[in-house]
Structures are given as C-alpha cells and as structure tokens.
C-alpha cells in the first residue's frame, strides 16, 4: 500500500483510515507493505513499513526516466492542497514565491529524504514518491496487488503497476471537488484521473464520493465498490474528564478550511444564543479560516460565548468531546468524516451535514444541509434542551457504532482484491 | 523664560499567560508571572537602574537646576513592589531630591476616561492614594492620562479632580498652524493648562536615536542644542515626553542614549538659554495663549495619534464593550481579587495587542506584544474574561442568596 501517512504522525483522516484498514488487513493474515514518505520510528510493528527515504533509486534506469518525466512538471498553482495546515501554508507559500526550482539536483543522487509532510515541495515530492515506489515494486516482488491512498500516491500506484505488472487498486478519501469546491486545481484533478484509469479498480469510502467519481471522473459505475470507514474502537468512553462551566458546550472540531462548513456553524451559533445565551460553542481546531472565523465572532459580538481553543492534540480531543453536549459537522462536501462517530463514541448526540459520506452510516443523527443554517440552529436548540431526542440519539448512536468495524471493511476489501485478480488472470 | 520639561511614562502590564479554553471555570489565575518578572527584570537592568542612577547624578552635579517628571503606573508600581524593590527604592531616591515630579493617572494604565467617568474618578483615586503611601505623602498636581490619551471631555474630567494641568500630544490635526510650545487650556475648563508634546524633538530622541538610515543621525547634544536654539525666541515651553524605557530598552546603551543624556542639560546651560521644569512650575509660571479644541480624543500612538491602536477594529470592540458590561456587577462586590483582576483586566495593553494595523506601524505593535497575532490574543483575552465573568456572577449570587 502507498500512503502519505500513518499514525501517529498524521495531519488528517487519511492517516487514520489507513490505520484502521491495514489492522483490518491484519485480522485477516493478509501481508501488506505500506509505504509512506517518512518514517518517524514511533509507528506500530503491523505492517511491513518502507521508509521511502531508505530506498536506493536507480535514476539511470530507462523507465524511471520515462517516469520523471511525466510527472515533473506539475504544479500546484493554487494553495487549496489536502491537509495544509498553517505551518505548511506558510512553507508552501514561500516556496511558490521564493524559492522554486522545479528540478531539484538532489534527485539525481542515490538516496534522498522525504520531508514527509504536505505543503513545500508537494509535486516534488509526488513524483519523487512515484520514483521510489518504482523501485520498490521492483526489490519487493513478493506480493500480488498494488493499493494506493488518495491522489499524493495514485503516481506512486500507477509507476509500481507499470514496473511490476500487478493490479492497481487505488482508494479515494477524497477527491479534488471536496477540497476546493468547483474550481479545482487541474493537476490535481489530472493526477486523480489517471489514477482512476490506470487502476483496475476503485474503492470509494461512500456513496457521495462513488458518485463524483463516476460523474466527474468519468469512471465506469462497475468499477467503482464503496466500502464505507470504520471506527478503531466501537466502545463507549467514560471520560473522567469533567466540564467546568455550568453551560452547555456545543462543539465543532476539524481543520477550519472551506472544506468543514466552519462558518455555517459560526452563523447558526448566533441563531441559538439569541435564542438562549446560556450555551457556549466551541471551535476546535486550526486552519486557513480561522482568523475569518474570528473575526466574524468578534463583529456578531458573542465572543464571550464561543471559543476558540487552536489545534487540539491527544487528550486534549478526547476532553473536548467529553465536555461537548452537541457535535455538529457542518461540512460543505465531506467523502466520509470520521469525527462524528468519535463524538459519539463519547456519548455526544451528532449533527451531521446531508453532504458528508457518514451520514450513509449514521442513522441516529440530526442530518441537516450544511447551507441551512436555521435548521442546524434548530437541532443544536432541541439537541440541547429535548432531553428525549438527545438520550435517544445516545443509545441508538452506540448500538449503531458496534457495527463499524475495521474488518468488517477489511473483508470487503480482500473480496475486492480477490475479484481484480480473478478479472486479470 | 523657555524651559524644557521632560516627562517620562514608566509603565508595565500584567500581561496575561496562555489562558485555555479548557481553564475556564477552574483556573482563576490569569497573570504570567514568569513572563512578568523577567521584563521587570530584565528592563531594570538595562533602563531603569542604570537611568535612575544617571538622573540622580546630574541632579546632584546641577544642584536644582536639572530636573525630571514621571508617570509610574499602578500596574508597574505593583510589579516594582513584587519583582524589583531595588528600583523601586531608586525611584524613591529621585523623588526625594525634590526636583522630580510624580504626575497621576489611571492606576491600572486604562482607557476607563472614553467609557466611565466612575470608573475613571475611581481608578484615579487609586492611583493618588498609592503614590501617597509609597512616596510619603506626594501628592500630584498635574495629571497624565493613558498613553496621553486626551479630549476636551476628559480634560473636564480631569479639572474636575482638581488637577492643574494636563498633558497630552501635541496632534498635528489638532495644532493645524499652531505651535506645541507655548501653554494652552482647556476648551471647556479654561482653567485646566494643556502641555502639548513637541513630537518632532521628543521623537528624534524616543525613535530615531539610532536610526542610521536618518539624515540626521548620530544625533550629538550640539546639534539638538542647535535644533532648540532654532525655535523661535517667542516660543517658551519644549516638552519633550517618551517612554521611559527609550533609555536603555529601546534605544539599547550601544547606541549611546546614555552619554546623550548624561550632557545634555550641561549643552543646554552652556549653549542656549533654556532651563528645566516639571509640568507643575510650566503650569504656573508660563500663561496660556488660548483655549485648545479636541473634540475627538486624541493620543501619542501611531501616525494617526488616534484610538485606532486600542480601539475600532471588531475584536477590540467587542473585548471592550464586553469588559465594561460588567462595571456595575463589580461594582458592587466587595472581594479584592475580584477587584484586582478588573483593574488589571483594563489595562489598555490588552487592546493593544489586538491591534491590525498591519502597515507602518505594525512593527510597532509586535515590538510590544507577548502573542504572534492580534487574534491570539483577542482569543486569550476574551477566555480569561469569560472565566471573570462566571465569577463576578457566582459571587453575585452568593451576595444575592
């Protein structure tokens, strides 16, 4: 498998999702090598890692060549790249102004690093990646299907294909159209084309995004399975950790980019305090629109009740959810969206956006459009203050969960596997 | 008579420590008192120790001819207090030798006098009462608002206390042809003198001391001396106002601030017909030429000598409106932590660094504040006011019950 990253070095749900699928793939004794850009160290001993730092490039190779030189020169014209948080941003600004170089001679040397985060050097290092993972299928020839996470390794996929002969599966998380709306960035849009053509087989991780892949992608309906995420961990946590206010804390948690909706939440925020000003709301996490958010909190003058905490770390986010007496997810364009089912792991009544791929799972939840800021405001009003909807929203929710499993879908997948190999042979 | 009066603003804030959202409601200590400490600290060391001991000096080579003014604010006297007694004993020393003056002010540095007369009179008394106990007995006659923020409103207010004069900038939109060296009052209490800052001279001091890229620099005491002797015979009063921490902090003692300072006012008694005085002998022994009208406050910060760095921008706002909301809640409990932490809590630093005037002056602001941005620390500011507020409303209710 080819991914980007891996716990715990992770700055998204692509990270945690490959997580769950490939201890998924455990439970079933299936072999995998998963490979990611930079090893940290601090990684679980499941799967058999390649740190794609570590390998050797024969760059003199003749197919290799052909390979730099189809992906070389892409750019990322626009800033709309997965997962970039503020430090990348900034990296990946100052690149774009200052110092790009399109060609970069340590390329052509025998080993070079990864930086292993997105942002600076991001089709740099795609391509580079691609390189790598060339060589990689030609060292490891021990296994029979090749898997690539999101369009960072569809290139990677597509080289290893090339070189080795074995199927390609590639995994769409999420596609160029719920990162950036309609105007999309067209490399990226082109590299996940090619990928979805190239493979022999495309796993959706919902309807929603099944659907964008056909209609956008051009991608035959047959070729596309959905197999939808899980959660690591289906029981409910009893957190020790307790609240300090006496109000309620309605909670939003993810990047604050245009992706996640933020400020559908901010406006139906206002709707619920005007209504009733014993309720505090809280946005967790960081990104490209927070200081907007902010700003536009300070001009609807409610800052005294909704907060801002930045980006939460470890047990931090656990508390977070264990303090919250409504999660709402108001995504604009959500392929899946894990968080709402860790919210209700914590026994947190969810709202989710009619736009996200979670709400094909979850049946207990408030779904709302995530443009409809009076109906989210409604449903963050009687989440708060009907205790029957919400206590039934608890239950229902944790029953619902248990049936998420990671081998569950690890199962699906190994059919898939099983069914493309039979399609080539 | 022409006579030079120097007075300096000696002022630090309690500045706030990283305060979570997660502090709300259980952690009621706002203050980053490590933060704190290593300022005082470390500003004691290379201004107000080494300074103090300067003007000490030449008051003694001068013998009551070379003499100073302050404003200490109540936020930096509590901190001196905790932090540096050393300095504060030196402060003592100066004031001592009678040729230094104490002005009063708001005791926590607020901007109280554009929102509450109550609250503005209240912290005032404050201030007066604590500069009493510390500096036996003194008692200010002439009164400096925060940051020399100034309008024919607050100079009212500022008669009204009885106070003989006022400082204030002397704003180019205000002066228009006018000149800063001569005495004005006050438009609606004429009895009221307003000392405006010469901001061309006090600021080749405070900011473009070492400037290299300044046609002027290095500024020498002959050549300053040469500026003033240039100011028409007519004109009688130069005041030249600043930070205190110019000398040594802001101008580091490399850039030779200290030697200036150390001959100035022999270069002034040997080359020119100046004297020095404080704000309370410019008051009664210079009249006034007329009233002065400032309708809209005015201050020294920035180009726009306005309000904008404190005030204007949404987060300032709102962080503002939403604090003096609780004025009368405060008011009227009695629990003196309580009544620190809203003191504190006003101090007009805390608008500052919400500031976006991301131009010139800009770099200005970042000098100054403790965040990355403006808007961590409108987030930090207004998570330490909401825990405030849950506890001025429990107390409320404990009163209540």
Request: include cysteine; charge should be negative; hydrophobic fraction near 40%.
């Given at each position: ?61 003749k197919r290799f060549k052909k390979f730099w030189k189809n992906l070389t020169y892409l ?28 060609v ?23 391509s580079?990646?691609a390189l ?294 | ?401």
């Open positions: 498998m080819f991914g980007w990253e891996f716990p715990p070095h992770i700055s998204g749900g692509l990270g945690t999702a490959c997580y769950g699928l490939v201890k998924g793939m455990n439970h079933h004794h299936q072999q995998v090598i998963f490979v990611v850009p930079k090893l940290w160290g601090d990684e679980e001993p499941m799967a058999d890692f390649v740190n794609a730092s570590d390998v050797r490039i024969d760059y003199r190779e750019e990322v014209s626009s800033f709309l790249v997965p997962y970039l948080g503020p430090e990348e941003f900034k990296k990946f600004t100052d690149y774009a102004v200052h110092d790009r170089t399109d970069d001679e340590s390329i052509f040397s025998n080993k070079f690093e990864f930086s292993g985060k997105y942002g600076k050097n991001l089709m740099e290092e795609v580079r990646y790598v993972a060339a060589q990689i299928a030609r060292d490891k020839n021990n296994f029979d299907i090749i898997h690539a996470h999101d369009w960072l390794a569809f290139p990677a996929g597509i080289a290893a294909k090339e070189i080795s002969g074995k199927p390609l599966v590639v995994h769409v998380h999420a596609t160029e159209f719920d990162r950036s709306g309609e105007t999309v960035n067209q490399p990226v849009y082109d590299i996940e084309r090619a990928g979805m053509e190239a493979a022999d087989h495309v796993v959706a991780v919902s309807q929603l995004t099944k659907n964008i892949i056909v209609k956008k992608y051009g991608i035959p309906a047959s070729k596309v399975t959905v197999l939808h995420n899980a959660v690591l961990d289906s029981s409910i946590i009893k957190s020790k950790y307790e609240k300090k206010v006496p109000e309620k804390i309605v909670t939003f948690l993810g990047r604050i980019t245009f992706q996640k909706g933020p400020e559908y939440f901010v406006e139906a925020a206002k709707k619920v305090i005007e209504r009733d000003p014993n309720v505090r709301f809280v946005m967790a996490g960081s990104g490209d629109l927070l200081n907007r958010m902010i700003h536009r909190v300070a001009e609807l003058r409610m800052a005294t009740r909704f907060h801002f905490t930045g980006f939460l770390k470890g047990n931090d986010v656990d508390h977070m959810y264990a303090i919250s007496d409504v999660y709402v997810m108001p995504s604009v364009s959500e392929p899946f969206g894990i968080a709402p089912l860790e919210a209700v792991r914590h026994n947190t009544p969810v709202i989710i956006s009619k736009q996200s791929g979670v709400a094909e799972v979850l049946r207990n939840a408030i779904k709302v459009d995530f443009w409809d800021v009076d109906a989210m405001a409604d449903a963050i009003f009687a989440l708060l203050h009907y205790d029957g909807i919400s206590r039934m929203f608890k239950e229902l929710g944790s029953e619902e969960l248990k049936k998420l499993k990671w081998e569950h879908v690890a199962a699906k997948l190994v059919t898939v596997y099983e069914k493309t190999l039979a399609e080539r042979s | 008579m022409r006579t030079i009066c120097f007075y300096f603003q000696v002022h630090q804030p309690f500045r706030l420590k990283p305060y979570r959202f997660f502090d709300i409601g259980e952690d009621h200590h706002y203050w980053d008192d490590y933060l704190n400490r290593n300022v005082i600290r470390k500003v004691a060391q290379k201004c107000y120790l080494p300074m103090n001991a300067l003007l000490l000096d030449l008051i003694h080579q001068h013998k009551g001819k070379f003499k100073v003014a302050f404003s200490l604010s109540g936020t930096f006297l509590d901190q001196m207090e905790t932090y540096a007694p050393d300095v504060l004993e030196s402060f003592q020393k100066l004031v001592a030798t009678g040729q230094v003056e104490l002005l009063n002010e708001t005791y926590t540095h607020s901007l109280a006098a554009l929102k509450s007369k109550d609250e503005f009179q209240a912290l005032v008394k404050k201030h007066q009462d604590r500069i009493k106990e510390l500096f036996n007995g003194y008692q200010p006659k002439v009164f400096r608002n925060t940051e020399l923020i100034y309008s024919d409103q607050i100079g009212a207010m500022v008669a009204d206390l009885g106070y003989e004069a006022v400082l204030t900038e002397g704003a180019k939109h205000i002066l228009g042809w006018k000149s800063p060296n001569y005495v004005y009052s006050n438009a609606n209490a004429p009895k009221l003198k307003v000392l405006l800052k010469n901001f061309l001279l006090s600021d080749d001091i405070a900011f473009r001391f070492s400037n290299k890229t300044w046609a002027d620099y290095p500024l020498t005491t002959e050549k300053f001396v040469n500026w003033i002797n240039a100011i028409p015979k007519e004109e009688q009063v130069l005041n030249l106002f600043m930070d205190y921490e110019t000398f040594g902090e802001h101008q580091w003692a490399e850039t030779g601030i200290f030697e200036f300072m150390k001959h100035l006012p022999e270069a002034v008694f040997s080359n020119s017909d100046f004297t020095f005085s404080t704000p309370s002998e410019v008051a009664a022994n210079v009249s006034p030429v007329s009233k002065i009208h400032v309708p809209v406050p005015i201050s020294w910060a920035d180009e726009e000598r306005d309000l904008t760095a404190w005030l204007g921008n949404d987060m300032q706002d709102e962080a503002f409106d939403r604090l003096y909301e609780l004025e009368k809640l405060v008011k009227g409990i009695d629990d003196p932590e309580i009544k620190r932490d809203w003191g504190y809590l006003q101090t007009s630093d805390h608008f500052y660094y919400m500031c976006t005037k991301f131009f010139s002056d800009g770099s200005v602001h970042e000098y100054f504040s403790p965040y990355d941005t403006p808007y961590d620390a409108f987030i930090n500011f207004m998570n330490v006011l909401s825990d405030f507020m849950l506890r001025v409303k429990q107390k409320q209710a404990e009163l209540q019950s």
